[in-house]
């Protein structure tokens, strides 16, 4: 299990690698962009019409595509504060807690987001702004997201499992 683990925090620090260069397209944009509107040069359009919605998206696909990669290393927001004062099996079981709450959440927003992209799909929606997409395109990346960070709900279990009573150490804390 600890090699299985291993290969996939290195997958998602591939994902969030992906992440960090769709942050850099996505400044590239914006800097083409704002360079095109305001030093006009013959035979370019004057601005990029399209770049505020490929960043949006850039922006939305960049943030989920690292969310797996943040709760692996413990990066997501944190408050702790009471499990640093009950005593160390209570705040072990409420570690449990919250990590089984956590995966059905996660399970939940899967199947849904499964469920919404594949509806989306069959009726052949589709999103009207400056580009002309598939709506799907923009829901596919949550069932994915989503399913990735339950298979890490499931490791985050398994490591806490094999700790010793207490509260995790493997995250920032906010105390």
């Known amino acids: 299990m ?3 683990s ?5 997958m998602l620090a591939i994902l969030a690698g992906f992440g960090c260069l769709l942050l850099f397209l996505m400044m590239l944009i914006i800097v083409a962009d704002i360079f ?5 040069i013959s035979g370019l359009p004057i601005g990029l019409s399209w770049s505020n919605e490929v960043s949006e ?3 939305y696909v960049l943030t989920l595509s690292i969310a797996p990669w943040l709760l692996r290393n413990g ?3 944190r408050v702790d504060i009471f499990l640093k004062v009950v005593p160390p099996k209570t705040a072990w079981i409420l570690e449990w807690v919250g990590d089984l709450i956590g995966l059905v959440c996660c399970l939940v927003f ?6 919404a992209t594949f509806q989306s799909f069959i009726s052949g929606a589709v999103n009207f702004k400056t580009l002309v997409t598939p709506e799907w395109w ?3 990346p949550i069932p994915i997201v989503f399913v990735l960070l339950s298979i890490e709900m499931i490791f985050r279990i398994w490591r806490l499992k094999n700790s010793e009573m207490g509260p995790r150490n493997d995250a920032v804390s906010a105390a």
């Open 138 to 140: 923009s829901l596919a």
């Open 36 to 40: 095109l509107r305001n030093i006009a």
């Open 57 to 59: 998206f850039f922006l």
């Open 75 to 77: 990066q997501h927001i």
């Open 2 to 4: 600890d090699a299985l």
């Open 6 to 10: 291993r290969s996939y925090g290195k």
């Open 110 to 115: 899967a199947w849904y987001g499964a469920n």
